[in-house]
């Protein structure tokens, strides 16, 4: 694998030749933020769901609740969204960097508690950016991802989108329709 020496002269850019092809429907997303929905809260909030990190490899990793990552079996079901990385942004001295933070962060998160608001799945996430310091940055977190999902994430199929934006869609029908009613009563 080809390496280049960043500026610093010790930390090494790390070029990500190796893994396999995205393949959605073996669920293998190389080098990949994975996402889906959470039933009724991203009925409501479309923008809100559950996300995992996969390894070169492209097997997902998420944090699925209290002390417990999994590994390939995503809490709330199959990926509908992904966002490809380049894994030639990771700076490391190490030639399997991303593989080795993607480790590292679940190992951390198998001693943590789950909370919906400030330590999740987006949070685990985050901290395995951060420790192979994607993009040269080490600032990643649940807002910034959140974000970044949401414009350069792309659907797996339409019955992906269908399953994020339906129930959002018909919930908004059936209040219009609730609201209309009780104007022409």
């Known amino acids: 694998m080809a390496e280049a020496e960043a500026a610093g002269g010790k930390m090494k850019?790390?070029?990500g030749g190796g893994g396999a092809g995205l393949e959605p429907e073996r669920g293998r997303f190389p080098y990949c933020v994975v996402w889906t929905p959470i039933p009724v809260l991203t009925w409501?909030?479309?923008?809100?769901?559950?996300?995992?990190i996969c390894t070169s490899a492209g097997v997902?990793?998420?944090f699925a609740g209290p002390y417990y990552v999994s590994e390939d079996n995503m809490a709330f079901g199959k990926p509908v969204k992904y966002w490809k990385l380049d894994p030639t942004k990771v700076y490391s001295s190490s030639s399997n960097a991303w593989d080795t933070a993607v480790h590292d962060a679940s190992?951390?998160?198998?001693?943590?508690?789950?909370?919906?608001?400030?330590?999740?799945?987006h949070s685990h996430v985050a901290l395995a950016l951060n420790l192979m310091r994607y993009d040269d940055s080490s600032s990643w977190n649940m807002v910034k991802l959140?974000?970044?999902?949401?414009?350069y994430?792309?659907?797996v199929s339409i019955g992906g989108f269908m399953k994020t934006w339906l129930p959002f869609v018909l919930f908004l029908g059936v209040i219009l329709m609730v609201i209309l009613t009780l104007h022409l009563l």
């Open 13 to 15: 850019q790390f070029n």
């Open 44 to 52: 409501l909030f479309p923008i809100i769901g559950h996300m995992g």
């Open 60 to 62: 997902i990793r998420d």
């Open 107 to 121: 190992e951390e998160y198998k001693h943590r508690m789950h909370n919906l608001c400030c330590d999740n799945c």
């Open 146 to 151: 959140c974000f970044l999902s949401l414009l």
């Open 153 to 155: 994430g792309k659907y």
